[in-house]
Nanobody
Framework: QVQLVESGRGLVQAGGSLRLSCAASGRTFSNYAMAWFRQAPGKEREFVAA?????????YATSVKGRFTISRNNADRNMVYLQMNNLKPEDTAVYYC????????????????WGKGTLVTVSS
C-alpha cells in the first residue's frame, strides 16, 4: 500500500521559516517526481513545487520562487523536503505531498499518490 506521510506542521510568525518532510513508502518510486501542493481555506488546492527523481530538476510556483526550496534525500530518494523561508500569512494552508510522473502538473493532473496533508499557519 502506497503511503505518503507529511510532517513538520506548525505555527510561525511572518518572516519565519519552517521545513516540511514527506516520507513515501509502499512501492518503488523510481522515475517518479515528488511535489508539494497546498490548499488555503476556501480555495482550491494549488501546486507549490516539484522535484525530479534524480533531484537535478525542480519546478516552483511563481508565488514561492526564491522563498521555498524543494529537495530530495540523496541517500533515500523516498524522502522529500520543503524548506520554507520568509513565510507570509498568505502561505497559510494545508500542505500536501504528492507523487507522479511530471514536474509540471496541470492542476492536480499528473499526480498519482497523495498524502493527507499537514497544516502550516503563518501569523502576521
Amino acid at each position: 500500500q502506497v503511503q505518503l506521510v507529511e510532517s513538520g506542521r506548525g505555527l510561525v510568525q511572518a518572516g519565519g521559516s519552517l521545513r516540511l518532510s514527506c516520507a513515501a513508502s509502499g512501492r518503488t518510486f523510481s522515475n517518479y517526481a515528488m511535489a508539494w501542493f497546498r490548499q488555503a481555506p476556501g480555495k482550491e488546492r494549488e501546486f507549490v513545487a516539484a522535484i525530479s527523481w534524480s533531484g537535478d530538476r525542480t519546478n516552483y510556483a511563481t508565488s514561492v520562487k526564491g522563498r521555498f526550496t524543494i529537495s530530495r534525500n540523496n541517500a533515500d530518494r523516498n524522502m522529500v523536503y520543503l524548506q520554507m523561508n520568509n513565510l507570509k500569512p498568505e502561505d497559510t494552508a494545508v500542505y500536501y505531498c504528492a507523487c507522479g510522473k511530471t514536474l509540471f502538473p496541470i492542476g492536480e493532473v499528473g499526480m498519482i499518490y497523495w498524502g493527507k496533508g499537514t497544516l502550516v499557519t503563518v501569523s502576521s
